[in-house]
């Protein structure tokens, strides 16, 4: 049983599962979008919709046929990938801040040294103040900072 519902396997691979509910129950094939059309025939509810009969299934020698491309493509073709996601596009550094940094070089050697995502963090921090006081105060605190050596959150690196 997986996910408190029958699970048919090949090789330690799901194929289909039918969970039951109260007055119906569905059909569902584990990679149904590459078998048969791929299309669902009723809606969410598995392939095959709500199923409140027998009379709900496919014909028999259409439902044995779905059941061996399920189990041929459990044994053979590896599970799709999600394609992954483009990366962020990189924060701009702020004018201001860019101006502090060429003033302290020390600063800026330590946060050219920092990982992309450490760096991230700075620059974020800095673009996302909505005053222009708030921005002063995070640069003079960012300055500070790199200077020692000390990324964005370092008060939290030894908890």
């Keep these: 049983m997986k996910w408190s519902m029958p699970a048919y396997t090949v090789a330690g691979k799901i194929v289909l599962m039918t969970p039951a509910f109260k007055a119906h129950a569905a059909l569902n094939f584990w990679r149904g979008q590459e078998i048969g059309d791929g299309e669902a025939k009723a809606g969410a509810m598995g392939q095959f919709g709500k199923l409140t009969s027998v009379d709900d299934l496919p014909p028999d020698r259409e439902l044995d046929q779905l059941i061996r491309e399920a189990a041929a493509l459990a044994k053979t073709a590896p599970a ?3 394609p992954k996601h483009a990366s962020k596009p990189a924060p701009e550094l702020h004018p201001d ?3 502090a940094l ?3 070089p020390k600063a800026k050697a330590n946060l050219d040294g920092f990982s992309p995502s ?6 974020e921090w800095i673009n996302d103040a909505k005053r222009d006081e708030t921005r002063e105060k995070r640069i003079a605190t960012a300055i500070e900072w790199l200077a020692d050596g000390k990324k964005r959150n370092w008060q939290y690196e030894n908890c």
């Design 118 to 123: 450490a760096q991230r963090e700075y620059l």
């Design 80 to 82: 799709p990938r999600k």
């Design 97 to 99: 801040f860019a101006a």
């Design 102 to 104: 060429a003033k302290a």
